[in-house]
């Protein structure tokens, strides 16, 4: 399975921005990178996804290095409500939706 | 719509016991996800089904755990006989039928095996 690596905790301040990394140096042209998010006592949320251009939505941005080795998740201003596990996931277009978590980021949100 | 929904909520059994957990996923999500997730293991897949059809059981432990899809709007996760070690959150997540579509979790069941 595709493998990603993310640091294991990360902090950051109340209404400052988060960039949270993610290598996925074995990456093959068609797996997508996904983004999950889970709070605690939740189950995982979806956040973002894409494939080799920057995206952003609501929650997030993603931006894609150029080989797509690693992306980074974007946070413009954390919240404590944004005190999550982060999970950078690789999703391989030939295993059905599969998606293979790792031990992700913990993000904790000092206000 | 209201979400996966996933009961029990928790469960409390006794070693040796039989536990079933259900699942009724978003409607008109075409696949189903069974997953777990303890301490020391982070989050597995157990299996998946399309279409009500299991498609990859390749994460589920051993044979004591066993996962139906009897229609589209049901599913089951079942441990027969239960074990401590089998204590975890299970979660039930569905999507379309879509690869690249994300994945909507339900709020899990919290078993313990004592």
């Known amino acids: 399975d595709a493998k990603t690596t993310q640091p294991n905790s990360m902090e950051s301040n109340e209404e400052e921005p988060v960039h949270l990394p993610c290598n996925h140096s074995t990456i093959s042209g068609t797996d997508y990178i996904h983004w999950y998010r889970q709070l605690p006592s939740q189950g995982p949320e979806y956040v973002i996804h894409g494939l080799t251009s920057n995206v952003n939505n609501r929650m997030a941005s993603l931006a894609i290095a150029e080989d797509r080795k690693s992306s980074t998740l974007i946070l413009h201003r954390a919240t404590l409500r944004d005190a999550a596990v982060y999970y950078c996931i690789l999703k391989v277009e030939n295993q059905g939706g599969k998606l293979i978590f790792g031990q992700g980021t913990e993000l904790s949100v000092k206000p | 719509d209201a979400g996966v929904i996933q009961s029990p909520r928790h469960e409390v059994t006794e070693m040796g016991q039989e536990v079933t957990l259900r699942c009724k996923p978003i409607s008109g999500h075409d696949y189903l996800f069974w997953y777990r997730q303890t301490m020391m293991r982070g989050l597995e897949l157990l299996i998946y089904?399309?279409?009500?059809?299991?498609?990859?059981d390749s994460g589920m432990p051993e044979d004591r755990f066993s996962a139906k899809m009897p229609n589209a709007s049901f599913s089951t996760l079942k441990i027969q006989p239960s074990e401590p070690r089998d204590s975890a959150v299970y979660f039930c997540?569905?999507?379309?039928?879509?690869?690249?579509?994300?994945?909507?979790f339900g709020p899990g069941t919290r078993l313990l095996v004592l």
């Open positions: 997540a569905s999507s379309w039928d879509r690869t690249q579509e994300t994945q909507y």
């Open positions: 089904f399309n279409n009500n059809v299991p498609i990859d």
